[in-house]
């Protein structure tokens, strides 16, 4: 590794030994052909501005329904004041972590590549995170510093309060934005140069850890280097979203989450595009959002491009040039769905904390039935059986991939199960074709097996949202004496449809006449609301206790 450009060494010396680590791909690969010496925020802001497109619009938002704007270079302003506040007024050195907490506006962002620029190691969290799992997250990575939206003070206040149950030790610096405070982020910010030379960090310098967002039990924390943000601008954005300085982008993941950190922050940034931040978007609103400012692209989850097909006929759309799906598995039906409101074939794409972003996807052109695309070049991908063996093409296996981004876990024993013989394993199950393409099955601790037959949830969902009464659904198994397992998926019917016996033989008979008839849920549960992670992912651990309890 290059010498480090830190003071604090903490999160260098918590990554896992170097012979626990994957792969990384990184000779003879012209995009990730990097210096040694790397600052991810000038790269995305001091290279753009060199080349001329100061005054392209980076950030545009919504305030009391008033269009606002700021240039590139005024947002290299006010992060290089922003980042002032963090040396000057905080005290912070290079090294040392700050948590951030925020919706998607403009100081979230801001403080982001602010702090970047400053060397600090960023830790971005949901903003519906409690003080319990705030706590969690500061104790493992030892967070002196946070800086909060004033609207979520109060659960960070209480890791603060030393006779609070969730209070942390380490946490010792809080700052507020979108604050009327005198001493808020802002105020600080705004009597400071705006000029700060960013730290001389290495590209092997930690700047960000994403902590996954805990559907299986105790968050793990990603540890990315300043070359990964890089990385994934230079892989997935330009091979197959291929943004140009004319596009605009809008989205519902948060900040937070690397999906949303990528394709609303650091993908448009990278080459002098325009990103349109929201806090609170409903289907209909992200809808408005783009007739409104002319969006071409979004990044959102599958659901939500669900219920935007249902209203996308009350709109133009004009603008709208490629959609972005991730953060869990986009069911064929909801694919044909969409492209029958819109004309517009979804680019799907899986990826994951762990290696920052998309890995697997295909351009629009390229999009294959039935399948999620192919690996994202720069990056390897096989189907393996449990002892690392490649299986053969059309059949089930473990999905194993490698690149130039992988996993590093904080300090985690888990590393030794994601990183095996040098591939990372995501924990999904996939077959793969003979042209390359990877058809997702399920997660590996999704896989149902009913009387012999191994059966993927999300192939059954898939099967249920093409029934005309089905709005959502969930499939798990659950356990049975005679099949070991039976499916029981759980429903939120369409509007107007009303649950009833009758029904739910219809749609079991439905399964049967659209599937192999194996396949078909065995007990059927209607419901109003289906659990999910902020992120929009289907929480089916939930279910399972659900349909245990």
Sequence with gaps: MEATGYIDHFARNHLPPQNQWPVLLLEDNE??????????????????????????????????????????????????????????????????????????????????????????????????????????????????????????????????DPAHEHHSEFLQKTLHFNSTDPQGLEQL????????????????????????????GKPKGCVHFHRDVLVMCDTFAKHILQLTPEDKVC????????????????????????SVLAEGLTPKLLLEYIDRFGIS??????????????????????SLKKTVSAGEALPQATRELWKQATGIEMIDGIGGTEMIHVYVSSRPEDVKAGAIGKVVPGFQAQVV???????????VGRLAVRGP?????????????????????PGDTFIMD??????????NDDMIISAGYNIAGPEVEDCLLKHPAV??????????????QILKAFIIVREGVTPSDELIKDIQDFVKQNAAPYKYPRAIEFVDALPRTETGKLQRFVLRQLALA
Aim: proline fraction near 5%; glycine fraction near 8%; charged fraction near 20%.
């Design 31 to 160: 995009d990730v052909a990097y210096a040694p010496r790397l600052n991810a925020a000038t790269e995305l802001l001091g290279r753009q501005i060199a080349q001329g497109m100061g005054d392209n619009i980076a950030l545009q938002w919504l305030e009391n329904n008033e269009e606002k704007q700021i240039s590139y270079s005024e947002l290299d302003q006010l992060s290089n004041q922003i980042a002032h506040v963090f040396v000057d007024e905080m005290g912070l050195e290079s090294g040392n972590r700050i948590l951030l907490r925020g919706p998607n506006n403009l100081m979230m962002a801001a403080s982001w590549l602010a702090a970047l620029k400053a060397g600090l190691v960023t830790v971005p969290t949901m903003p519906l995170l409690r003080s319990v799992e705030l706590k969690t997250i500061l104790d493992k990575a030892e967070i002196q510093a946070a800086v909060c939206d004033e609207r979520l003070a109060a659960e960070l206040s209480h890791c603060m």
């Design 189 to 216: 910010a705004s009597t400071k140069p705006t000029s700060f030379t960013a730290c001389d960090s290495a590209a092997e310098d930690v700047c960000l850890i994403a902590f996954t967002s805990g559907t299986t």
């Design 251 to 274: 989205g519902t993941p948060p900040l937070a989450f690397t999906f949303g950190l990528g394709g609303l922050l650091c993908f448009p940034l990278r080459v002098g595009a325009s």
């Design 297 to 318: 692209m979004t990044f959102t989850a599958p659901t939500f491009y669900r219920q935007m097909a249902a209203l996308a006929p009350q709109f133009s759309l004009s």
């Design 385 to 395: 059986d449990e002892d690392l063996n490649p299986v053969p093409t059309g059949t």
């Design 405 to 425: 981004s992988g996993c590093r876990y904080l300090e985690d024993p888990r590393q030794q199960e994601f990183v095996q013989q040098g591939w990372n394993l």
């Design 434 to 443: 003979d042209e390359g393409y990877l058809y997702y099955q399920a997660r």
């Design 471 to 484: 709005a959502e659904c969930g499939v798990v198994g659950i356990p049975d004496e005679v099949r070991g």
